[in-house]
């Protein structure tokens, strides 16, 4: 019913920046809040950043002041920034949306994940 596809993840020196994008599709009638969590092995898996339809962003304390995150609300597309980056933000990242279906039920949907390594 819904798809999201993740693009931009891979690699970066501590200090670098990445950015990455979600772009939901399928049978969308409007999206309420998108995030981002991440999630490395053995631990559970946490919220990064998260965003509002109307635009109101919330991050984690461990991100706030060095990640910035936005929505094109017409493209279904959420994208993180991430700056400043550190050893410990590797993980990998998940997008997740709260969506009302056509169908008119609600859906929450995850993205397969990309790999961000932060290491010099």
């Known amino acids: 019913q819904v798809q999201l596809v993740e693009s931009g993840g891979g690699s970066a020196q501590p200090g670098g920046s990445l950015t990455l994008s979600c772009a939901a599709s399928?049978?969308?009638?409007?999206?309420?809040?998108m995030a981002w969590y991440r999630q490395d092995p053995g631990k559970e898996r946490e919220l990064v950043a998260s965003?509002?339809?109307?635009?109101?962003?919330n991050y984690a304390g461990a991100v706030k002041g060095r990640f910035t995150i936005s929505r094109d609300n017409p493209k279904n597309t959420v994208h993180l920034q991430m700056g400043s980056l550190r050893p410990e933000d590797t993980a990998v990242y998940y997008c997740?949306?709260?969506?009302?279906?056509?169908?008119?039920?609600?859906?929450?949907?995850w993205g397969q994940g990309t790999q961000v390594t932060v290491s010099s």
């Open positions: 997740n949306i709260l969506t009302i279906l056509t169908s008119g039920t609600w859906g929450n949907y």
């Open positions: 399928g049978s969308i009638l409007s999206i309420s809040t």
């Open positions: 965003i509002t339809s109307a635009g109101s962003p």
